[in-house]
T-cell receptor, first 111, second 116 residues
């Protein structure tokens, strides 16, 4: 099935660093979502975006809905150990209820 | 806890056996979704229900797969004659929809299926 292009595929950072990841699609979406998934668990919703150009924050997380409706990015500031995990973007198209997910970004914090 | 729940969390079965998974959505949510996630990939859509009606099925959902939501509350996903390629995490999600306004989807913890 279709998966969105998400980059980078993996990141190795030190605690306290800022993180940036993005997601691109060949299709237009009317909703962009960012989820975090820990091993053996389901995705947990971090941020939901509903309007092109929208910039939304949730604590240390900030996400933006691209103007073209074909991309989104997620920033994490001042990373902490519990940020470790896999981050997925997901998009929902107009008149379409299913979510199309990205390939994931695995975040690892180096001691 | 009022989140989405799934049962069992893990299932190991032999090839050719049938398996059934259950999902209980967030109580006020009228939409329920099933996704499949293989190792190293993002979840892929399988099917979804609005109340008890199954409104969309992915091409990934072969004839061996059947999903039901008989009373518009919990849902079951059955896989008949399992194959090794069915090994994956099966995720359930739910959302609330009124008219054209759809809330975000909240996921359960998943059922990890291993077919030997």
């Amino acid at each position: 099935g279709q998966q969105l292009n998400q980059s980078p595929q993996s990141m190795f950072i030190q605690e306290g660093e800022d993180v940036s990841m993005n997601c691109t699609s060949s299709s237009i979406f009317n909703t962009w979502l960012w989820y975090k998934q820990d091993p053996g668990e389901g995705p947990v919703l971090l941020i939901a975006l509903y309007k092109a150009g929208e910039l939304t924050s949730n604590g240390r997380l900030t996400a933006q809905f691209g103007i073209t409706r074909k991309d989104s990015f997620l920033n994490i500031s001042a990373s902490i150990p519990s940020d470790v995990g896999i981050y997925f973007c997901a998009g929902r198209g107009f008149g379409n209820e299913k979510l199309t997910f990205g390939t994931g970004t695995r975040l690892t914090i180096i001691p | 806890d009022t989140g989405v729940s799934q049962d069992p969390r893990h299932k190991i079965t032999k090839r050719g056996q049938n398996v059934t998974f259950r999902c209980d959505p967030i109580s006020e949510h009228n939409r329920l979704y099933w996704y499949r996630q293989t190792l190293g990939q993002g979840p892929e859509f399988l099917t979804y229900f609005q109340n008890e009606a199954q409104l969309e099925k992915s091409r990934l959902l072969s004839d061996r797969f059947s999903a039901e939501r008989p009373k518009g509350s919990f849902s079951t996903l059955e896989i008949q004659r399992t194959e090794q390629g069915d090994s994956a995490m099966y995720l359930c999600a739910s959302s609330w929809t009124v008219g054209s306004s759809t809330d975000t989807q909240y996921f359960g913890p998943g059922t990890r299926l291993t077919v030997l």
